[in-house]
């Protein structure tokens, strides 16, 4: 089954022709640009191993999200970054790819705190296996961890070994009304106090706060934090996680209005940049609805400790992600020159120029 | 060494008392903290701000001279080992907190500020760093970076690469490498990731920004004795299948057991196989309900005693034998030689079973200490270097248990770093297409290899001679490679 990527990449890397990586086609619009002939991931498909005990799962990188999460459902465990789906066949491969996590990350971490071990097949069509199936590992550079987030253009990921975790026994949902300074400060307040959080977001003056754990745990929390309980709210956080509210959609082109994630360091201030925005993780992202110039985005998130990222809509000269230092573009291009020395995977779906 | 000219252009980018060439002040710096490996360096130079540490980067980036980074140098893999003709870079004079911001929840320190300074620094707030290696009132950020180091709360809380958010470091060059964001992701690669457990291979950190956590309200420690390890071994699994993730899962054996509670009188019991410490921390009411699922579950599991701590100073004293278990192992014996590999916790009563046989066929003891909930263990393997051969038995007794771990699935190192000690065992868990690309990893960041140069990552004719002393059934590990 592996032999068949390992030959498309190896004449792809002999003739410099460049591929799409492409899983269930959920994150298509996430990137920059790419072209190249398609190279799909699906019938790399199929759970590995799962030793619940273990708290490992490992599964080729064509499984949907849904089957895993599914398996896992069974043991009560979960893939605690909570990776969006957005509608889609989202696939494992591609969930690490992109390196996207959901409203949990803030407080139980992100998809690269839980990637154990990948294996991949470079650009010259070299499998390859990094990592492994324990939770403690630190022989040789993180390779695995340097999957996460590269967008397939150090490699194609055929194979991911997971941490998973227990589901919480309870979960609750708590609103407060609460302007966007307020908000801001009581979710960072929150958060440096032992609290089960597990999900913040803020939006139209609505502070909503998911609490999760241990059933005396939850209702000790509740019991302190007052608020009103939003009954049902496990759709709320789903379409949340999936973008699937009226406030993430693709704006007509003529609007010129884009969907801008701006991380920041959570604690800073309401952005002066228009009232469509959406809170998230506790402070750290800033989803914002914008017609400004992609600099000036750029330039403000760079200037609150993080960066910018055009979600979705039209690419801009610069490319979608935040344009880096001269030092560490260097040291991207460097490693994009190692893993794929032709340049022929994913070309341009990251940055421009590689 | 080093010639009379580089070393005068040395002294010229730093005050006096800053390069150190005398052998009398250079014999401290002759080992980490693994002192079976010893040599004493060319030259020590200690930077007092990041613009001494880029000049001195510059200098020997120009010069072609290898540079070693060292923070406190407790390290137990002789990464920080002086190599001869390099300069030992010490960091220990940047040690200081620039920045704790409770509401953000971080703390922005020098590289030499100890990892315990961290956690104290921020109790005022209410939080505290969570990583914690054993040697946390010693060792320091810089180096628990480089060694992406653990500690009993890992399973719950992290390593270092996910308890830090941002690094200020310097390549070969001298050029400033600003990696990670003061939010909760970076654009591009995750470099921050790369950096972390590099072994001073990539770069030289000089600032680190750490996460913050809230202080758990309450935590509490069940210890629990088992007749049999295979039983421990299972109530393990047990307890995270019930849906409890401890903070701390940690596991003796008869050996340590004994060894610790001669040493601090812990009140272990004395007449089993195995004992758990099993420790829940997390708001109040979430403690009490898993304390009782645990020992519900110990209970099923087969244990033969179970006690719950009732006060902090009870608790305490329950984790000080275990604290102290590995001074408490070194009384045993002249010395000790404390391996790292980690595995799949299944596969646990299967290794500690290899582990007795082979201790019984090289004829020296092990005590084994267990970090259970990650499947990281420790066996101290106890020899007395000053007999002949003894060392060298030690030596290649733990390799075997390194090479053991990754036969079963696992690795050659949990938490300790690769360093020197541990290089050639990385020929038997990474094939030549993969080691190579660790070379070209470190040559993305340090093309002239000046940056600790022959460490982590074994040369590839090296796995060759290695591999040529490990012929098992016939079969070479790497038949494509020139044998010399």
Request: proline content about 6%; glycine content about 10%; hydrophobic content about 45%.
């Amino acid at each position: 089954m592996l032999s068949e990527f390992t030959e498309r990449i190896r004449a792809a890397h002999a003739n410099g022709s460049p591929l799409v990586i492409q899983g269930g086609g959920s994150k298509t619009f996430y990137g920059n640009p790419d072209e190249g002939e398609v190279l799909g991931t699906r019938t790399l498909s199929g759970v590995v191993d799962y030793q619940p005990k273990e708290l490992v799962l490992t599964a080729r990188a064509g499984t949907s999200l849904a089957e895993i999460e599914a398996l896992l459902a069974e043991q009560n465990q979960m893939l605690a970054f909570e990776p969006p789906h957005f509608g889609g066949a989202a696939t494992l491969g591609g969930c690490v790819a992109s390196g996207l996590s959901g409203p949990r990350r803030p407080y139980a971490g992100a998809v690269r705190d839980f990637v154990l071990g990948v294996r991949i097949i470079d650009g010259t069509g070299q499998p390859l296996r990094f990592g492994g199936q324990v939770i403690k590992n630190v022989a040789g550079y993180d390779v695995s961890r340097l999957m996460v987030g590269a967008l397939g253009t150090l490699g194609l990921i055929t194979e991911v070994s997971l941490k998973v975790l227990p589901q919480p026994a309870a979960e609750t949902t708590l609103q407060f009304e609460l302007d966007e300074a307020a908000a801001i400060e009581k979710m960072n307040r929150m958060a440096g106090q032992p609290l089960p959080l597990s999900a913040t977001s803020w939006h139209a003056g609505l502070l909503t706060v998911r609490l999760s754990g241990a059933t005396s745990a939850v209702q000790a929390a509740q019991a302190r934090l007052g608020g009103e309980v939003l009954k049902d709210a496990a759709p709320f956080w789903l379409r949340l996680r999936d973008h699937a509210t009226p406030f993430f959609e693709v704006r007509p082109a003529a609007s010129n209005q884009q969907l801008w994630r701006l991380a920041v360091k959570p604690t800073t201030p309401p952005l002066k940049l228009g009232d469509a925005q959406w809170i998230e993780w506790g402070g750290a992202v800033r989803w914002l609805v914008s017609d400004l110039p992609a600099a000036a985005l750029f330039a403000a998130a760079t200037g609150c400790g993080g960066h910018a990222t055009l979600f979705r809509g039209k690419a801009p000269a610069e490319g979608v992600f935040n344009p880096l230092t001269p030092a560490l573009l260097t040291l991207h291009r460097n490693l994009k020159q190692r893993f794929d020395p032709r340049g022929i995977l994913n070309r341009g779906r990251l940055y421009p120029d590689f | 060494m080093l010639s009379p000219v580089f070393l005068s252009q040395l002294r010229r980018l730093l005050p006096p008392h800053s390069v150190l060439f005398e052998r009398e002040d250079l014999m401290p710096f002759e080992s980490d903290g693994l002192s079976a490996y010893r040599n004493v360096p060319d030259v020590v130079v200690l930077p007092e701000n990041e613009a001494q540490v880029a000049a001195i980067l510059q200098l020997c980036h120009a010069e072609k001279v290898a540079v070693v980074a060292r923070g406190a140098g407790t390290g137990l893999a002789a990464g920080a080992l002086p190599i001869d003709g390099a300069v030992l870079l010490v960091l220990s004079k940047l040690n200081q907190i620039k920045d704790i911001d409770p509401l953000a929840r971080t703390a922005t320190v020098q590289p030499g500020v100890r990892n315990l300074a961290i956690s104290e620094a921020a109790a005022a707030h209410g939080l505290y760093y969570a990583p914690d290696p054993s040697s946390q009132i010693a060792c320091s950020i810089g180096g628990n970076v480089a060694e992406n180091s653990g500690g009993v709360h890992c399973l719950k809380y992290g390593l270092t690469v996910h308890n830090i958010l941002k690094l200020r470091a310097f390549a070969i060059t001298g050029e400033l490498l600003e990696i990670g964001s003061d939010t909760l992701d970076a654009a591009g690669y995750d470099l921050l990731a790369l950096m972390t457990g590099s072994e001073g291979m990539l770069a030289v950190i000089t600032e680190v920004t750490v996460k913050l956590l809230p202080r758990p309200q309450r935590a509490q420690v069940v210890l629990a004795a088992f007749d049999d390890v295979a039983k421990a071994g299972a109530a393990v699994g047990n307890i995270i299948a019930a849906g409890v993730i401890p903070a701390g899962l940690e596991m003796m054996d008869r050996l340590a057991i004994q060894a610790a509670e001669a040493f601090v009188h812990a009140g272990y019991p004395l007449d089993c196989e195995a004992l758990l410490l099993c420790e829940v921390d997390g708001v109040n009411e979430e403690v009490s309900d898993d304390i009782f699922t645990v020992r519900e579950v110990l209970t099923a599991s087969g244990a033969t005693e179970i006690r719950t701590a009732e006060s902090e100073e009870q608790r305490l004293r329950f984790w000080a034998g275990r604290k102290a278990a590995f001074p408490a192992v070194g009384r045993l014996a002249p010395d000790y030689y404390c391996m790292d590999g980690t595995i799949p916790r299944a596969q646990l009563p299967h290794v500690l079973q290899r582990i007795s046989e082979m201790s019984a066929e090289c004829g020296l003891a092990v005590a084994n200490v267990f970090h259970a909930g990650d499947g990281n263990l420790h066996p101290l393997i106890l020899f007395d270097a000053n007999q002949p051969g003894e060392l060298h038995k030690a030596e290649s007794f733990g390799g075997k248990i390194l090479e053991l771990c990754v036969a079963v699935g696992g690795t050659i190192t949990g938490e300790h770093g690769v360093g020197l000690e541990k290089i050639n065992q990385m020929c038997a868990q990474f094939s030549t297409p993969e080691l190579v690309r660790f070379h070209e990893v470190k040559a993305a960041f340090d093309p002239h290899r000046l940056l600790n140069p022959g460490k982590a990552v074994p040369e590839l004719h090296r796995c060759a001679e290695w591999g040529a002393m490990h012929i098992s059934g016939g079969q070479l590990p790497h038949p494509e490679l020139p044998r010399f």
